[in-house]
C-alpha cells in the first residue's frame, strides 16, 4: 500500500492560517488534496494534524485522519519525527509514504507521479522536490549591522554568472521513501537521495502576503492554459 500523508498543523507563524485561507474559490489545502487524489498513486490519503478545528473542517473530503501530538508541531521537530509517529499509527503494511504539504497549489499531479517512480527504482533512499536559484547564489550577499557582507569570495562579484554552477533548493513540495526508511533513517541531502526537479517559476514559498499575491498571479495564469 501507498500512503500520501499531508502535514497540516493549526499555526502558520509567518503567514497566518494560510492553510485555510481561501485560494482561488477554496481553502489552500484543498488545492494540496485534490493534486495528491489526481496523481492516483496512492492507496490512502492521510491528513495528520494537531488540531481537531482541523478535522471538523475536512471531514467533508473523506479522507483519513491522524492526531498527531502537539509537540511534533514544534519547530525543533523535523519531518522524520512526524511521519515517523503517524506510519507507527496505521495498521495496514504501508510500502512507500509521500510526505505532502497544504501550501503548494502550483505542485502538478505529474511531479508526485515522477516522484513516485524515481523512487520504486531502489536507487535511492528519498526522493523529494527541488529548484534551481533564479539567481548566483555564488555573488549572493546579506546586511550586517548596515554593511555590506558577501556570502563567498568577494572575487565572485568580478565573475560572470555563466562560469558558476547551477545550484538548487528544496522546494518544499514533498518527500517519497519507503516506510521502511521513513521509520529508521533520518532525511538527508546526500548521494542517497535524489530529487525531481520543478521549473523556478512553479516553486514559490508561501510565507508573506506578497508570495500569496505572486503565487496567485502564476496559479490564475496556469489554469487559463489547463495545465
Known sequence: MNVGILLAKESSTRLEN???RNFNGKPMIAWAIETAKKSKVFDKIIIAT????????????????????KKLSKEE??????????????????DYACCLFPCAPLLSHKDIVKGF??????EYKYVFAASN???SIEKSFKIIKGEIKM???????Q????????NYHDSGYFYWA????WKNNFFMYNSKSSFIEIPNWRAQDLDTKDDWKKVDLIFKSLNKKKW
Open 117 to 122: 517512480s524515481k523512487i520504486k527504482t531502489n
Open 18 to 20: 494560510k492553510n485555510f
Open 133 to 135: 536559484y533564479s539567481h
Open 178 to 181: 519507503k516506510a521502511s526508511t
Open 77 to 94: 521537530y523535523g519531518i522524520d519525527e512526524v511521519m515517523k509517529y503517524c506510519l507507527s499509527t496505521v495498521y495496514e503494511k504501508v
Open 151 to 157: 556570502n563567498f569570495s568577494k572575487k565572485n562579484s
Open 50 to 69: 494537531d488540531s481537531d478545528k482541523i478535522l471538523k473542517k475536512l471531514k467533508r473530503y473523506n479522507l483519513d485522519f491522524i492526531k498527531r501530538p
Open 159 to 166: 565573475i560572470s554568472s555563466k562560469f558558476f554552477p547551477k
